[in-house]
């Protein structure tokens, strides 16, 4: 599966954007989907996951209440609500597929995007 990340942008704290992540090639579904980001000089990280019918949902301490994750699989498509950004948000925003259970682990995950940077004056 092929995946391409976009919506990023720069926004102010307090605002909000959406990320969208278009897939193609192998079946869309049959992947558990997720977003990580990394800052600079820091390491990759989760934010969240999604199983492949959308029923299970998992975020990171730091992002549960603010972002929603959701997919429309008719669409091929992942994407990422972030509301009530913070400077600390900042980060280029990866989404990536797996077909394993571990969806809060990023080596589980075999298929990544490109990343789209995000960034979030105060």
């Known amino acids: 599966v092929q995946l391409q990340a976009y919506g990023g942008g720069l926004v102010q704290a307090g605002g909000s954007l959406r990320l969208s992540c278009a897939a193609s090639?192998?079946?869309?579904?049959?992947?558990?989907m997720g977003w990580f980001r990394q800052a600079p000089g820091k390491e990759r990280e989760f934010v969240a996951a999604?199983?492949?019918?959308?029923?299970?949902?998992y975020y990171a301490a730091s992002v549960k209440g603010r972002f929603t994750i959701s997919r429309d699989n008719a669409k091929n498509t992942l994407y990422l609500q972030m509301n009530s950004l913070k400077p600390e948000d900042t980060a280029v925003y990866y989404c990536?597929?797996?077909?394993?259970?571990?969806?809060?682990?990023?080596?589980?995950?075999?298929?990544w995007g490109q990343g789209t940077q995000v960034t979030v004056s105060s």
């Open positions: 090639g192998r079946t869309f579904s049959s992947y558990h």
């Open positions: 990536a597929a797996t077909t394993g259970s571990g969806v809060t682990i990023g080596d589980e995950y075999g298929y």
């Open positions: 999604i199983t492949w019918g959308g029923g299970y949902t």
